[in-house]
């Protein structure tokens, strides 16, 4: 089947009580390994490029890989999805070269100002066919060129959503309830909690409406050992709990990001690969475990966190 929206995808997910994955791609490795998880366990997929993925391997690879792997799979509905969309320009990039759906992030700007930019972006996407995630509330972390401070964070004010979704019109929201870019999420020793009582009150007040979580990594311990084990240098690296994220999958929760599991379980692989094999220097001999290892992290992922398998 050809790319889908996530229309159809979210509504099922929000009445079924799971979420879709949202992965980062990068190169075609990347790929391989997460769409081969979703076609062996049958479980819709969202595929997601960021600005700075465009930039390291060119909007035009990125879209001929995701054609290869809509070919491969034929039985899986996948979305393409332009994460954190900086500016109209950049959306709209996107939407004229084959996305199917796109982020526009103005959540570092006023109420206001964040809206208008949304729903431009809004007006032009839905004339094209294509949906729109929008945010409100700031995550803290780093992601590729989005770099936010924990003291310039906050979490999303339920008060204001059913504002700025009646006025920007878009399709789904991604909230700040705790989660955050990258590895180091939380403060070691301190037990990381989401906030569920801001996703309720965010859920009552827009009944059936998707809502999606950035920054939803859980930073596997054994890997960042593994990685520590086999000279990395990631002390005190700490995700969300899966348990945690399970839950807001039963409720509106429809989308859920996960990218730095995956570069962990890559990373990891790779760096014991080389500690056991010195003298590999073939790419594919270190890669096709590589590969392996983002295919076993996502279908982790899918059954016990996301429970999207077996949902096409
Ligand atoms: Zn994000």
Redesign the pocket.
């Given at each position: 089947m050809p790319l889908v929206t996530s229309t159809e995808m979210f509504k099922k997910a929000y009445e079924g009580g799971y979420a879709i994955g949202a992965f980062n791609v990068n190169n075609m490795e990347i790929v391989q390994g997460i769409t081969e998880a979703a076609r062996d366990l049958d479980a819709p997929l969202i595929l997601q490029v960021s600005k700075g993925a465009r930039a390291y391997a060119n909007h035009t690879y990125l879209i001929k890989l995701v054609e290869a792997a809509v070919i491969e799979c034929p039985n899986v509905p996948i979305v393409l999805h332009l994460?954190?969309g900086p500016d109209f320009e950049t959306c709209k990039s996107c939407i004229d070269g084959g996305f199917t759906s796109v982020m526009i992030d103005a959540s570092g700007k006023p109420f206001d100002e964040n809206i208008e930019i949304t729903r431009k972006v809004v007006e032009y996407a839905h004339d094209h066919g294509v949906v729109v995630e929008a945010e409100l509330g700031t995550?803290a972390g780093i992601?590729d060129e989005?770099n936010v401070s924990a003291e310039d964070s906050s979490y999303t004010r339920p008060e204001e959503v059913e504002e700025f979704v009646s006025r920007t019109g878009c399709d789904s929201l991604a909230i700040a309830i705790g989660t955050s870019?990258g590895a180091f999420k939380f403060k070691p020793g301190t037990k990381p909690q989401l906030r569920f009582d801001v996703l309720e009150e965010v859920s009552r007040r827009l009944p059936g409406f998707p809502i999606v979580l950035?920054?939803s990594s859980s930073v596997p311990q054994e890997f960042v050992e593994k990685i520590n084990q086999f000279g990395g240098n990631m002390p005190g690296a700490i995700g969300v709990p899966e348990d945690q994220l399970r839950h807001a999958a039963e409720l509106s929760v429809c989308k859920i990001?996960i990218d730095s599991d995956l570069r962990l379980a890559m990373t990891a692989c790779i760096r014991e690969h080389f500690a056991h094999n010195p003298g590999d220097f073939a790419p594919r001999q270190y890669l096709k475990p590589a590969r392996q290892a983002i295919k076993d992290m996502v279908a982790h992922k899918l059954i016990n966190v996301l429970g999207c398998d077996h949902k096409i």
């Open positions: 994460d954190h995550l992601e989005v870019h950035h920054g990001n």
